[in-house]
C-alpha cells in the first residue's frame, strides 16, 4: 500500500515538473521580442533625368554657368538717351496758313497776280515779279539771286508756263530757307540760351512763351532777368515765371546785367536745370557802346559755365521789313547768332523778310511768332512755311 502511495505521489510530481517546464516555454516565448528585421543601408531614389538648367530651390547653381552680359545692341546695355528738344508738334500746314494770312494776301496774292491768265511766259513777266519781291522785304540781293535762276530756265525753254514758274519759285524759297532752324535741342544742363534784340521786338514776351513750351515738356526751366534798366521788363517775367513754375534770378533796379546774367547761369547749374533763359535790354544796333555791353554779358556767362551760353537768338519784329534785315547783319557781326526769332508774323509784315534774312545772312529762323498765344509761338521748319505761304489753300481752290 505504501508502495503504491509512493508510486503515485512521483507521477504526480514528474507531472507538475513537466507542465512546469511546458509553462516556462511559452511564458519566454510570448516575452521574447521578435527578431528585427535584417537592416541594410538606406539607397537614394534612382536618379531621374533632370532639365539642364533645373536646380534645387534655394540653392546658388553650383555646376552652371552664369548668365552672360546682355549685348551692346540690348536696351538693356545702351545709355539713356541724352537731353533734347521737346516733342514737335504735329504739322498743322492749315494753322499757319491761317497765320500767314495777312502775308499770303498781299505779297503771295501779288505774285499770283501777274501769272493770272497768262499762257506764255516772257521776260516781262519776270520783270514784273521783281516789283513785288522788293515790295515784299525779300531784299534786292536775294530778288536778283531767284530771278536770275528763273530767267536761266526760261532762256532753256523750261518754264513753259505759269505753274511751271510757280513751282521753281517754290523751290527757290525751299532752298534758300533749308539752312536749319526748327527748336533749341537741349545738349547741356542747363543749356543756356542767350536772347538779344532791340527795344520793342518781344524778347521778354518770346522767353515767357518758350518757358512754357519746355515747362509742358517737363523741362526744369530757370529764367534771367537781364533787362535791369526796365523794372516793366523784370516784373513781367516774374509773371511769367509764377505762370509756369519757373525760378527767376533778378537783381536790383539799375545792376549789372552781366552779374545777374553770371547769378543765374551759377543758379540753374546748382539747381540742375534743363534750360536757362537769359533775358537782355533791348539795344539799338547802331549804338557801339550798347553792342558792346551785350558782348561782355555773353563773356561772364561763358565764365561761369564753359561752353556757354549755348545759343544765341536775335529777336526781330517781322513788321520792320528791311530794317530787320539791318539789325541781323549788326547784330551777326557782334555776336555769334545761332538763330533767329521772327515775331508778328501774322500782322503786317509782308514776309519776304523770311528769305532776305536766311540767304544774306546764312542764319537759320527758329521760331516765328502768329498770335499773342504761347502756342502761337512755333517751330520754324522750311517745307511747312513753304507750302503754308506759297501752296493753295481752301480758300484758293474754291477760288479757282
Known amino acids: 500500500m505504501t508502495t503504491v502511495i509512493l508510486v503515485v505521489v512521483l507521477l504526480v510530481a514528474a507531472a507538475g515538473v513537466f507542465f512546469a517546464l511546458a509553462r516556462g516555454k511559452g511564458g519566454a516565448a510570448q516575452l521574447q521580442a521578435p527578431p528585427a528585421p535584417k537592416t541594410t543601408p538606406p539607397q537614394a531614389p534612382p536618379r531621374r533625368e ?36 521737346p516733342p514737335a508738334a504735329k504739322k498743322d500746314i492749315a494753322g499757319l496758313r491761317k497765320g500767314l ?63 511751271a514758274v510757280w513751282s521753281q519759285l517754290r523751290a527757290e524759297a525751299t532752298r534758300i530757307l533749308s539752312i536749319g532752324g526748327g527748336a533749341i535741342r537741349l545738349g547741356n544742363r542747363p543749356t543756356v540760351v542767350l536772347l538779344v534784340g532791340v527795344n520793342g521786338v518781344g524778347k521778354t514776351t518770346t ?44 537783381g536790383k533796379e539799375g545792376a549789372d546785367p552781366g552779374a545777374v546774367a553770371f547769378d543765374a547761369t551759377s543758379s540753374a547749374k546748382a539747381a540742375g536745370a534743363d534750360l536757362l533763359l537769359v533775358d537782355t535790354a533791348g539795344r539799338l544796333h547802331t549804338k557801339v557802346p550798347l553792342m558792346d555791353e551785350i558782348k561782355k554779358v555773353r563773356k561772364t556767362i561763358a565764365k561761369a559755365m564753359d561752353g556757354a551760353p549755348h545759343e544765341t537768338l536775335l529777336v526781330l519784329d517781322a513788321t520792320t521789313g528791311q530794317n530787320a534785315l539791318q539789325q541781323a547783319t549788326l547784330f551777326k557781326e557782334a555776336l555769334d547768332l545761332t538763330g533767329i526769332v521772327l515775331t508778328k508774323l501774322d500782322g503786317t509784315a509782308k514776309g519776304g523778310i523770311v528769305l532776305g534774312i536766311c540767304d544774306e545772312l546764312r542764319v537759320p529762323v527758329r521760331y516765328i511768332g502768329l498770335g499773342e498765344r504761347a502756342e502761337d509761338l512755333r517751330e520754324f521748319h522750311s517745307d511747312e512755311f513753304v507750302e503754308a505761304l506759297f501752296g493753295k489753300g481752301e480758300d484758293d481752290v474754291a477760288a479757282a
Open 207 to 250: 522767353i515767357g512763351k518758350l518757358a512754357t513750351r519746355y515747362n509742358a515738356a517737363g523741362k526744369k526751366v530757370v529764367l534771367a532777368a537781364g533787362d535791369t534798366f526796365r523794372a516793366a521788363a523784370v516784373q513781367q517775367l516774374e509773371v511769367w515765371g509764377k505762370r509756369v513754375g519757373a525760378e527767376v534770378v533778378r
Open 101 to 163: 494770312a495777312a502775308t499770303r494776301g498781299g505779297f503771295i496774292a501779288k505774285l499770283s497776280a501777274i501769272f493770272q491768265g497768262k499762257k506764255e511766259i516772257d521776260p516781262a513777266i519776270l520783270e514784273q515779279m521783281e516789283e513785288v519781291m522788293l515790295a515784299g522785304d525779300v531784299g534786292p540781293k536775294t530778288t536778283q539771286a531767284i530771278l536770275g535762276r528763273l530767267r536761266d530756265s526760261l532762256g532753256r525753254s523750261e518754264l513753259k508756263d505759269a505753274d
Open 50 to 85: 533632370e532639365p539642364p538648367r533645373s536646380v534645387p530651390r534655394g540653392e546658388p547653381p553650383r555646376e552652371l554657368p552664369r548668365s552672360p552680359a546682355p549685348p551692346a545692341s540690348s536696351p538693356a546695355a545702351q545709355p539713356p538717351p541724352p537731353p533734347s528738344a
